[in-house]
């Protein structure tokens, strides 16, 4: 019987396949953006519009209904005549509001990409908001913030926010349930005046069909799209702030605490961006990380931790998340800081850095072997102002990193000094443990 | 009727001398590649007393092997550019790797080492125990609705042991699993006769034929075990769970009905696919215009045809099933009257326009699916693991293409009946 072979050594990445783009901006300042991606014989189309949670000065709850709102009912069409022409166009199109836009996702059958972005057009300039359907669409919306209010993540994620946003309004809660119950037609039919145009929006379109088509398509279909909104820049959050105590938000009976720390980042393209981006791989970024090889693989605290930087238009944001057994709370944030700890003090082996490099250089390119990935990708890297030479060029800018940048970038950024820290859970259980690690506040689930 | 638009993805396919299956199903426009292996064991394989060990095994697989320690295998994928993950269903287990198609023969090679010696060791089982105690407690003991429906609508709906155990586990048959017990499983079930090696996106199928020669060839042949028999009656009264919920803040609702066989009745299994989208799919749905938009009595409704593997990939018994989540009070039987009486109006017939949409609607949705070399590459091992027939991936359009409106009224009729289903209703409050 033969031993086992060694292990194989692995060429070099072929270099990425870069699409070529039909880019233009229409006269009335909406953008689009078209790549030909021919693997199936469909479309996938990315609409951005800023007017996402921050551009709304009440509580949110116009913001995050109008998406909804917007597709039920046109000038000429009720919600069941638009389910029923996208089904016979085989077609999916659905929207929601993020902290900054207002997204619309849709994928058609490709020899119906013109009736769809028709539809769409309909949908932008002529929404009617007919009263039983908002009222379907604020009570459906009422239900899933309850429900998402009961999840232990959300409430992590909520506690997050108003801790590293302040009075911001990238820190304001979900909307209340009462309130958005309240809500009629009126509210929303002036905050899509208000807010809804072509000017600072973008489209993407990938599909099996040549850039020139599909940007002519949009152009003839969207090019009468004329609303004159109001602009304003919504002011950016102030940075996080530092050395405060931990919050603990009490969730009596817990079986797990969520450990979630967050400082400031730096914006994608940022000339220390790239070696900010892979002190973030290596501690916690991936798999093989030193998070997940500590918590889950050594010690068995947990299923998932991990690193993740959260872009928004405004502000960048490092975010620690680790859902750990009660009993193992303190002694997983104690392995945490130790980790970050690490990363600030000693330089990153030259192996170790490498692997991280391969990695997030390798997972970009597979985020982008469908056509719904393309189209997300170049939709996330357009609302950060960036073009596709930020795809054609990352990996080179990788490539350039060296240990002694990883190590100047993370002390300064990884550093627990810099970071806060927020936990859901029993604080019957664990609020004296993690005292001994540093002083603690409580508070309660809202 | 307008011509089916479909996919046609090439397979090319192959048999190595200890029985380990192959099937390729290249693209050379990608510059990824897709490896995957499938094992025919799932949840449905798993004996009394080791409810959970399936899943616990796949865990195991990742702890390293006879020549790599612990947390090479993902770090040699991850950092080579690639992800990897596997995971445990009702009747398979997978394990899969997407990578830059510069690093094929180290995918081939990983899959091949650990398909010959598996490390185990009782510092790995303890915390991988720990590690899957920590995942069902996220996934399903501290989180509202937390397994439901996947977890316990086939603990209702199924009353033998195969398909109607807590395939999760339970913690004390977790506590309980020994290294022999791993030993035996992966002697039994990790066998290369027992496994099928699928490759997608960029490849070479003649080159890479030669590589896997030479990687899994030596792989020693042991017998694969005989397949899992699930098959059980269809139940003749309706069987109706309480399922208190302690985190969730409002009722709701889990039905599911038997459906025909999805091998051996593949052509009716495939028009319950389409009946289940008209019942539930979308806002044009019956059961959406009926209990969200028209009664209101509900603020959500989903569902489908399949169990936790997918629609397609499930050789055993499946169902459709469906949930909704409601306000108020639970009264499930305000929905179920609903339900019952959109099922009746459907099985009395339905226009060729109605299927005719929902059919166009669902063959956009699947084709957009399998652009994705990881949903390619599943469902061709899985339609070949299952069905040695892999080019299924090609059919299922003109599968769904063939089924008129008769069909669909005739299996609502047969099948979709309030005596053959089960009801799971979710009680929300107690403590948390």
Known sequence: MSTAAAIPSVGKARPLKVPAVDDRTLRTGLRVIAVKRSSVPRAELRLRIPAGMVHDSGDGVRARLLPDAMLAGTKDRSSVEIARELQRLGASLAAHSDDDDLIVHAGVLEQNLKPLLALIAETLTEPSFPTDEVAVARDRIAQEIIIRRSQPSAIAAEALDARVYGRHRYGRPLPKPDAVRRIGPGPLRTYHAQHVGPRGSSLVIVGDVSPSKAGDLAEEMLGSWRAKVSSAAPAKPTPPPTHLPVLIVDRPGALQTNIRLAGRWLRRGEPDFYALALAHIVFGGYFSSRLVKNIREDKGYTYSPGSAVDHRRLTSTFIVAADVGTEVTAPSLLEITYELGRMTLMPVPQDELDAGRRYLAGVTMLSTQTQSGLASYIDSITSAGLGIDYLRDFRANLERVTPDDVLRVASDYLSPQNLLTVMVGDAGVIRRPVETLGPVELTKAR | ?432
């Open chain 2, 1 to 432: 009727m307008p011509k089916t638009r479909t996919t046609a993805i090439p397979i090319e396919r192959t048999r190595l001398d200890n029985g380990l299956r192959v099937v390729f199903a290249p693209d050379r426009s990608s510059q990824a590649v897709f490896v995957s292996v499938y094992y025919d064991v799932g949840f449905r394989s798993e004996p009394k007393g080791k409810t959970g060990f399936a899943h616990l095994f796949e865990h195991l697989m990742f702890q390293g092997s006879a020549t790599l320690e612990k947390g090479m295998h993902d770090s040699l994928v991850t950092g080579n550019g690639g992800i990897l993950n596997g995971s445990t269903r009702n009747d398979f287990t997978n394990y899969f790797e997407m990578m830059p198609s510069n690093a094929l023969e180290l995918a081939l090679f990983l899959e091949a080492d650990r398909m010959r010696a598996v490390r185990l060791t009782p510092e790995n089982l303890q915390n991988q125990v720990d590690v899957v105690k920590e995942e069902i407690l996220v996934n399903v003991k501290n989180q509202p609705y937390g397994g439901f429906p996947w977890l316990y609508l086939p603990m209702a709906l199924f009353t033998t042991f195969p398909n109607a155990h807590d395939a999760y586990g339970d913690f004390a048959d977790l506590d309980a699993a020994t290294l022999d017990d791993a030993a035996e499983f992966f002697d039994r079930y990790y066998a290369p006769a027992n496994a099928v090696l699928a490759i997608a996106g960029d490849v070479d199928p003649d080159q890479t034929a030669t590589l896997i020669e030479q990687h899994f060839g030596s792989i020693q042949a042991r017998p694969a075990p005989p397949t899992v028999d699930a098959s059980e009656a269809v139940p003749s009264e309706e069987r109706r769970v309480v399922h208190p919920d302690p985190h969730a803040p409002q009722p709701a609702i889990a039905v599911a009905y038997r459906v025909p066989d999805p091998i051996a009745e593949f052509d009716d299994y495939a028009a319950t696919v389409l009946l289940s989208s008209i019942l539930i799919e979308g806002e044009a749905s019956r059961l959406y215009q009926r209990l969200v938009k028209n009664d209101r009595i509900a603020s959500h409704v989903s569902g489908d045809v399949g169990l936790v593997a997918g629609t397609f990939e499930v050789r055993g018994p499946s169902m459709l099933h469906l949930a909704a989540w409601y306000p108020g009070t639970p009264d499930p039987d305000r929905i179920l009257k609903a339900i019952d009486e959109e099922v009746a109006s459907v099985a009395d017939g339905i226009d060729a326009e109605e299927l005719d949409r929902f059919r166009s609607s669902y063959t956009a949705e699947y084709l957009g699916s399998v652009d994705a070399l990881s949903q390619r590459g599943m469902l061709v091992a899985a339609f070949e693991q299952q069905r040695a027939h892999a080019e299924l991936i090609n059919e299922i359009p003109s599968a769904l293409a063939r089924v008129t409106a008769d069909d669909v009224s005739r299996l609502a009729r047969a099948w979709i009946q309030p005596n053959r289903r089960a009801v799971l209703d979710v009680q929300p409050g107690g403590h948390a």
